[in-house]
């Protein structure tokens, strides 16, 4: 079982703490953001990825997702560095400080101490215009013109944001936006045509090169609980 908690009072720099209880190997698809995952004995960073990672899983986890953009300026590191790559946070962070976290994980609840340890967490005002741009549109001149940046400046800010192009975050974005449209019930065509793909099969083309794998797949696989407050 997954599950998805949304603490709105967070939504500027958190997407979600989630929590899996699957075990086996799990696919994990880009979605443009960054997690912070406590596995039980260790806390990992998942950085931005551009392909499917797929993960073993021998026990419950919890995680924290940042929104795409709010993780590398909170955790001091640009995003590019850990682009498909999965790091320990200690890698990142003081030892002491991580093992802090990892004593208090296992003494309270662990989505909490999560939220917790990210509440100071500041949103990038970058990161979310480029963010909006992107999702309406892969044009990248058009998204650094209304920037007031070359296109060479976009590309590198972006580097650093997100761990990737803007052409890359709008594929990641509206890949994303698609499968969370079919997940709710939207018929394959239909989502393709809301999402601005030239249709069906070129929603199925661009999940094959992002997922690694087929639509019906995804959704055969799918299993998610959501929860706002």
């Known amino acids: 079982m997954y599950r998805e908690y949304r603490p709105l009072w967070l939504a500027d720099v958190v997407d979600c703490v989630w929590t899996s209880t699957r075990v086996g190997t799990q696919r994990v698809v880009p979605d443009g953001c960054m997690d912070i995952i406590f596995s039980g004995e260790r806390l990992i960073v998942a950085g931005p990825d551009t392909a499917a990672f797929l993960s073993e899983s021998t026990g419950p986890k919890v995680g924290v997702r940042f929104r795409p953009g709010a993780a590398p300026a909170f955790l001091d590191i640009p995003a590019h560095v850990l682009k498909n790559t999965r790091a320990g946070l200690e890698d990142l962070w003081a030892r002491d400080k991580v093992e802090r976290l990892i004593d208090d994980l296992h003494t309270d609840q662990p989505g909490k101490v999560l939220l917790h340890a990210v509440q100071d967490a500041e949103p990038d005002p970058f ?54 449209l079919i997940y709710a019930g ?39 609980t959501l929860y706002t407050s």
């Open 127 to 180: 990161a979310r215009v480029v963010e909006q741009l992107a999702r309406r549109s892969g044009d990248v001149r058009a998204m650094a013109g209304e920037l007031g940046f070359s296109e060479r400046h976009l590309h590198r800010r972006c580097l650093t944001t997100f761990g990737y192009g803007p052409k890359m975050l709008h594929r990641v974005l509206r890949f994303d936006q698609a499968m969370d």
């Open 186 to 224: 939207t018929p394959f065509a239909e989502a393709a045509h809301l999402t601005g793909y030239a249709d069906q099969a070129h929603l199925s083309r661009e999940v094959k090169t992002l997922a690694g794998t087929t639509l019906s797949t995804l959704v055969q696989d799918a299993d998610v």
